[in-house]
């Protein structure tokens, strides 16, 4: 049920319960989630198909361009949650 879109949200992405859905070329379906206070920004991301995650807890303002490009090391792909994000 978590992998079922509920909501498109665009730009290649959608919203299921709870989590954001986003498509790896390698990795398959993603669920995703952010937060963003300020200084403090975290990421989770989830492939369930590939048994792999990363959850990544910054305290930067500049923690998503982190996380994003930890993400696309990780994975070998730019994943457009980022984009959503507009990191």
């Known amino acids: ?5 509920k909501i498109a949200a665009g730009n290649g992405i959608d919203w ?7 498509y790896s070329r390698r ?3 993603g669920l995703w ?3 963003d206070f ?3 920004q975290n990421f989770a991301i989830h492939f369930p198909d ?4 990363l959850v990544s807890l910054t305290n930067g303002a500049r923690g998503q361009r982190f996380n994003r490009a930890i993400v ?3 994975i070998a792909d ?3 949650c980022f984009k959503w994000l507009r990191v």
């Not at 049920?1 to 879109?5: G, P, S, T, Y």
């Open 50 to 53: 590939a048994d792999r995650s």
């Open 33 to 35: 989630h952010w937060g």
């Open 72 to 74: 696309k090391l990780l």
């Open 27 to 29: 990795q398959g379906i």
């Open 38 to 40: 300020g200084a403090f």
């Open 16 to 22: 299921g319960l709870a989590f954001g859905l986003v």
């Open 1 to 5: 049920e978590l992998r079922v879109a």
């Open 78 to 80: 730019d994943l457009d």
